[in-house]
């Protein structure tokens, strides 16, 4: 059997979600919703797991504090101490103060900017990369939900079309994946 | 879902659906530019090439074309630079501290004040490029291997804070700003007709489709860098004060600077967002998502900052006489009393008083007040930024030293043409990019929209638990 995916399109992200809930509560798996803006709630009854990226971020903004402290104490301690007003300039503990602005930029600027990469790079959105929503309307004001038949093989093409028609869709589309 | 109090007023008017959205937002930009627009953008755009060659002009000959002089060695280089930062302010502020708190009505504003923070701070950061004079060693400021030995930059200057602060602040911005436009440009790309408009919002979506794993990611992305941008934007204007304030010049040597300098900034920030969104919302016929509800609450919080800048002004004047400090107090009085007391005066007037006038009710809620009373902020931080710098200078503790500024035209010419590449940038923005965030203002359709908000709840509703 050729495996199919079915494109179950509705109006209303809230008659969306309530189907949704009632087809994972019979055993169907979604594998995806497209929808033109975040429905909250979808991704505990679809099983979409929360995104770890801000764990990525604290990650990165730890590395830029490092990085920030390593270079700052190696060019104003380690390798050309300046002498202002005689005060002490050989350990970074006592003249910390006035590295902390830079320590704080350096720190937003990593955190901030890799996560922003990574999020880019684990969506795959990147110049040039091809849109991948089934139709154009799911940007504007439709929400489409996928079901492959690979993802249940449980039930049949027809058994998933009929209960797909009971959540109040508006269309229904479905593709031949070879 | 969240409800919101019936007695709210609602933040989107009139029957919209989530289609009138997209249109609404999509048409003005998919339709044939307005002649107002060609004449806008070309009046700009001479401007703007005007101060570019004022800043050839000044490059090739050297500084001295500006009217400075050994004693007033700052002048309206910092003050243009300064003034820029500050407008720079409210666009992450809002986008970022009312994300956190979680205010709806920056629904209409954030996409458009970010793109204004994103130019005024691109304009702030010519001057202190330029006025380094040789502009081509301008990589000296990083901290680079060099020829030179070991010669480090000093990280211990305010001044090379700043060169951080600014960076980061204009580039996390910027990635703030263009995360929240990739998925409204996959809906104008869906959209688009013309081959060639479709090639561009296909490039400038980065092929976005709007999976709920996408969605996911971008919610927490959103409020990441929210939290990040928020202490940014305090902390870029503090070290921006830090420039005066850690110098011991009498004026500048203030401890009251960062708190002051960041109410003026958010002061002159929201202003300027006022001045630029009455246009927008009448010109590209927003009136449903931008309307007297949001105008009030943005004259609110300008005159809270007002009077967070007049308190501060008030504070300065004591403390000055309260330190006990001769030359302290000196620069105070003759900040008031002085040759540019018509400055002060100005100062004065925009800063402290006008703003005032936000507490009756009718006046705040009328548009044509608020726009002229944006442009008196504007007018009046402006002179701030130049009481400080100048009048802290210009008197000298040598009295042979004194001195007076008077600007050249290469002085004017660079200001006025920043403002010009400002609005010749900010046009081009509305042209072609959602001036407010489609996909947001969808979120807040069914709760904060007119023709659902109070209407009987016809969905589900009961079966959200959270």
Same mark, same amino acid.
């Given at each position: 059997?050729?495996?199919?995916?079915?494109?179950?399109?509705?109006?209303?992200?809230?008659?969306?979600?309530?189907?949704?809930?009632?087809?994972?509560?019979?055993?169907?798996?979604?594998?995806?919703?497209?929808?033109?803006?975040?429905?909250?709630?979808?991704?505990?009854?679809?099983?979409?797991?929360?995104?770890?990226?801000?764990?990525?971020?604290?990650?990165?903004?730890?590395?830029?504090?490092?990085?920030?402290?390593?270079?700052?104490?190696?060019?104003?301690?380690?390798?050309?101490?300046?002498?202002?007003?005689?005060?002490?300039?050989?350990?970074?503990?006592?003249?910390?103060?006035?590295?902390?602005?830079?320590?704080?930029?350096?720190?937003?600027?990593?955190?901030?900017?890799?996560?922003?990469?990574?999020?880019?790079?684990?969506?795959?959105?990147?110049?040039?990369?091809?849109?991948?929503?089934?139709?154009?309307?799911?940007?504007?004001?439709?929400?489409?939900?996928?079901?492959?038949?690979?993802?249940?093989?449980?039930?049949?093409?027809?058994?998933?079309?009929?209960?797909?028609?009971?959540?109040?869709?508006?269309?229904?589309?479905?593709?031949?994946?070879? | 879902?969240?409800?919101?109090?019936?007695?709210?007023?609602?933040?989107?008017?009139?029957?919209?659906?989530?289609?009138?959205?997209?249109?609404?937002?999509?048409?003005?930009?998919?339709?044939?530019?307005?002649?107002?627009?060609?004449?806008?953008?070309?009046?700009?755009?001479?401007?703007?090439?005007?101060?570019?060659?004022?800043?050839?002009?000044?490059?090739?000959?050297?500084?001295?074309?500006?009217?400075?002089?050994?004693?007033?060695?700052?002048?309206?280089?910092?003050?243009?630079?300064?003034?820029?930062?500050?407008?720079?302010?409210?666009?992450?502020?809002?986008?970022?501290?009312?994300?956190?708190?979680?205010?709806?009505?920056?629904?209409?504003?954030?996409?458009?004040?970010?793109?204004?923070?994103?130019?005024?701070?691109?304009?702030?950061?010519?001057?202190?490029?330029?006025?380094?004079?040789?502009?081509?060693?301008?990589?000296?400021?990083?901290?680079?291997?060099?020829?030179?030995?070991?010669?480090?930059?000093?990280?211990?200057?305010?001044?090379?804070?700043?060169?951080?602060?600014?960076?980061? +602040?204009?580039?996390?911005? $910027? &990635?703030? !700003? =263009?995360? #929240?436009?990739?998925?409204?440009?996959?809906?104008?790309?869906? *959209? /688009?007709?013309?081959?060639?408009?479709?090639?561009?919002?296909?490039?400038?979506?980065?092929?976005?489709?709007?999976?709920?794993?996408?969605?996911?990611?971008?919610?927490?992305?959103?409020?990441?860098?929210?939290?990040?941008?928020?202490?940014?934007?305090?902390?870029?204007?503090?070290?921006?004060?830090?420039?005066?304030?850690?110098?011991?010049?009498?004026?500048?040597?203030?401890?009251?600077?960062?708190?002051?300098?960041?109410?003026?900034?958010?002061?002159?920030?929201?202003?300027?967002?006022?001045?630029?969104?009455?246009?927008?919302?009448?010109?590209?016929?927003?009136?449903?998502?931008?309307?007297?509800?949001?105008?009030?609450?943005?004259?609110?919080?300008?005159?809270?900052?007002?009077?967070?800048?007049?308190?501060? +002004?008030?504070?300065?004047? $004591? &403390?000055? !006489? =309260?330190? #006990?400090?001769?030359?302290?107090?000196?620069?105070?009085?003759? *900040? /008031?009393?002085?040759?540019?007391?018509?400055?002060?005066?100005?100062?004065?007037?925009?800063?402290?008083?006008?703003?005032?006038?936000?507490?009756?009710?009718?006046?705040?809620?009328?548009?044509?007040?608020?726009?002229?009373?944006?442009?008196?902020?504007?007018?009046?931080?402006?002179?701030?930024?130049?009481?400080?710098?100048?009048?802290?200078?210009?008197?000298?503790?040598?009295?042979?030293?004194?001195?007076?500024?008077?600007?050249?035209?290469?002085?004017?010419?660079?200001?006025?043409?920043?403002?010009?590449?400002?609005?010749?940038?900010?046009?081009?923005?509305?042209?072609?990019?959602?001036?407010?965030?489609?996909?947001?203002?969808?979120?807040?359709?069914?709760?904060?929209?007119?023709?659902?908000?109070?209407?009987?709840?016809?969905?589900?509703?009961?079966?959200?638990?959270?």
């Amino acid at each position: 059997m050729a495996e199919k995916v079915i494109y179950a399109m509705y109006d209303d992200d809230d008659v969306l979600k309530d189907g949704a809930k009632k087809l994972v509560a019979k055993g169907i798996k979604v594998a995806d919703v497209f929808s033109p803006f975040p429905v909250h709630g979808i991704d505990p009854i679809i099983g979409v797991k929360n995104t770890r990226l801000g764990i990525m971020s604290f990650l990165y903004g730890l590395g830029g504090l490092t990085l920030a402290t390593i270079g700052m104490r190696y060019f104003m301690i380690v390798d050309w101490p300046m002498n202002i007003g005689g005060k002490p300039s050989f350990s970074y503990l006592e003249n910390m103060l006035a590295f902390i602005p830079i320590s704080f930029e350096f720190t937003v600027l990593c955190a901030a900017h890799f996560m922003a990469l990574t999020y880019l790079i684990v969506n795959r959105t990147l110049p040039g990369m091809p849109a991948r929503n089934p139709d154009p309307r799911t940007t504007d004001d439709k929400f489409v939900m996928e079901i492959r038949t690979s993802d249940n093989t449980g039930f049949s093409y027809e058994e998933i079309e009929g209960m797909l028609k009971e959540t109040g869709i508006i269309e229904l589309d479905q593709k031949e994946v070879k | 879902m969240h409800k919101e109090a019936a007695i709210r007023e609602p933040l989107i008017l009139g029957h919209k659906t989530y289609h009138q959205i997209t249109e609404d937002i999509c048409g003005p930009i998919e339709d044939k530019a307005p002649r107002m627009w060609y004449v806008l953008f070309s009046i700009a755009l001479i401007i703007g090439l005007y101060g570019v060659g004022c800043i050839m002009y000044l490059l090739g000959t050297g500084i001295g074309v500006w009217g400075m002089n050994k004693t007033i060695n700052w002048a309206w280089d910092i003050t243009n630079f300064v003034w820029w930062v500050g407008i720079g302010h409210a666009g992450t502020l809002i986008s970022a501290v009312l994300l956190l708190f979680r205010q709806r009505w920056r629904m209409a504003i954030n996409r458009a004040a970010e793109a204004m923070t994103i130019f005024a701070v691109f304009m702030a950061g010519i001057f202190p490029l330029i006025h380094m004079g040789r502009l081509w060693v301008g990589y000296f400021v990083m901290p680079i291997p060099n020829h030179f030995g070991s010669l480090w930059v000093n990280f211990n200057s305010p001044l090379l804070w700043d060169v951080f602060a600014i960076s980061t +602040y204009l580039s996390v911005g $910027f &990635v703030f !700003w =263009y995360i #929240g436009l990739i998925p409204d440009f996959a809906t104008l790309r869906d *959209r /688009a007709k013309k081959p060639v408009s479709k090639r561009m919002y296909s490039i400038l979506s980065f092929g976005w489709s709007g999976r709920a794993k996408q969605w996911n990611r971008f919610e927490l992305v959103s409020l990441v860098l929210a939290g990040l941008a928020t202490p940014l934007v305090f902390s870029v204007h503090s070290i921006v004060s830090f420039d005066f304030a850690t110098s011991v010049i009498p004026g500048w040597h203030t401890t009251i600077f960062p708190p002051y300098f960041v109410a003026g900034a958010v002061f002159s920030g929201f202003a300027m967002v006022q001045t630029i969104m009455l246009i927008l919302r009448k010109a590209m016929k927003l009136e449903a998502y931008l309307h007297t509800k949001h105008i009030e609450y943005m004259n609110i919080v300008i005159m809270v900052t007002g009077s967070i800048v007049g308190t501060a +002004y008030i504070t300065e004047l $004591f &403390v000055s !006489w =309260y330190s #006990g400090v001769e030359y302290e107090g000196y620069a105070f009085f003759n *900040r /008031a009393t002085g040759p540019y007391w018509w400055a002060y005066a100005a100062m004065m007037t925009c800063n402290v008083v006008s703003p005032q006038l936000m507490w009756f009710k009718k006046l705040r809620r009328s548009m044509l007040f608020t726009f002229i009373i944006s442009i008196v902020v504007n007018i009046g931080m402006w002179f701030e930024r130049f009481v400080i710098i100048v009048t802290s200078l210009h008197r000298d503790y040598l009295p042979s030293s004194w001195s007076m500024q008077y600007p050249t035209h290469i002085d004017i010419g660079v200001y006025i043409g920043t403002i010009g590449l400002f609005f010749t940038f900010y046009l081009l923005f509305a042209r072609f990019f959602p001036v407010m965030p489609i996909a947001e203002l969808k979120t807040i359709l069914k709760t904060s929209g007119e023709s659902y908000k109070n209407a009987p709840d016809t969905h589900h509703g009961h079966d959200e638990q959270h």
